[in-house]
């Protein structure tokens, strides 16, 4: 079963401080350019893994959805995404996304953000996904870049010249990374960029984006603290597509 850290209160009180538990998809500075990749949603039937707090069901909704199904393990985080939604047409149901249920060719769209990262059965989940998808439908998720998560909890440290360095740990090691982040012991799964790509396509995917997302020199003037995701990528935005 997935870990439900989401569930731990010491993680959830971090994460409910968050810019973007606060402000939603306005406050996540990669939302623009994961904007881009998303097909035109008007009267499709999108599914969200790893909603949360709902942002981004009532966003599609927003945008012409028909229908929006928000699927977490978290029963804090549906009980939020509950209690802030008003729409008939937005459903939530708790789910362990390591055994994914769905209804076959029942959706235009899947997408995950910063989820996947947590999943140890990923081909079985995409698998799953790739059947959900009517053919033409689309894959569209973020994921903890695998040279981010290979650090390991570094501390940033300088070359001789000064520059910032992040220093990556074992990066070929795939696996369990356990990390400190707002609570002890969160485990997220480390794959390689091109283990990670070749399992998206070896579900039956053509990928159409691939991005190393990194701010803006706008969004770091407007936010000096997003300067150092300029030294290496954080995130990592796929597009992908069931042909068939």
Not at 3 to 26: C, K, M, T
Not at 43 to 64: H, I, M, N, S, T
Not at 79 to 90: G, P
Not at 160 to 174: D, S, T
Request: hydrophobic fraction near 40%.
């Amino acid at each position: 079963m997935t870990q439900n850290i989401y569930d731990n209160p010491e993680f959830f009180h971090g994460y409910s401080q968050l810019n973007r538990s606060v402000h939603g998809l306005a406050g996540a500075p990669e939302w623009p350019s994961l904007q881009t990749l998303l097909p035109d949603l008007k009267g499709r039937a999108v599914v969200d893994l790893g909603c949360g707090y709902g942002w981004f069901c009532r966003w599609a909704r927003e945008a012409g959805a028909g229908q929006a199904l928000g699927l977490d393990v978290s029963e804090k985080m549906l009980e939020k995404a509950v209690a802030d939604t008003r729409d008939d047409a937005i459903r939530y149901q708790r789910q362990d996304l390591e055994q994914l249920r769905l209804d076959e060719q029942a959706f235009d769209l899947v997408y995950s953000s910063l989820t996947l990262h947590y999943i140890e059965n990923l081909a079985g989940l995409l698998a799953a996904v790739h059947r959900a998808l009517k053919p033409g439908g689309h894959l569209v998720f973020s994921i903890e870049h695998p040279i981010f998560m290979a650090a390991e909890q570094p501390q940033w440290q300088r070359d001789q010249q000064g520059r910032l360095c992040w220093p990556v740990r074992g990066y070929q090691a795939e696996g369990p990374r356990v990390t400190n982040w707002l609570a002890d012991g969160v485990v997220k799964q480390h794959r390689t960029l091109g283990t990670l790509l070749n399992l998206v396509m070896a579900a039956g995917f053509t990928l159409r984006h691939v991005e190393e997302w990194g701010p803006s020199a706008e969004q770091v003037a407007a936010q000096p603290a997003l300067a150092e995701e300029r030294e290496r990528p954080m995130l990592l935005l796929v597009s992908a597509q069931r042909q068939g």
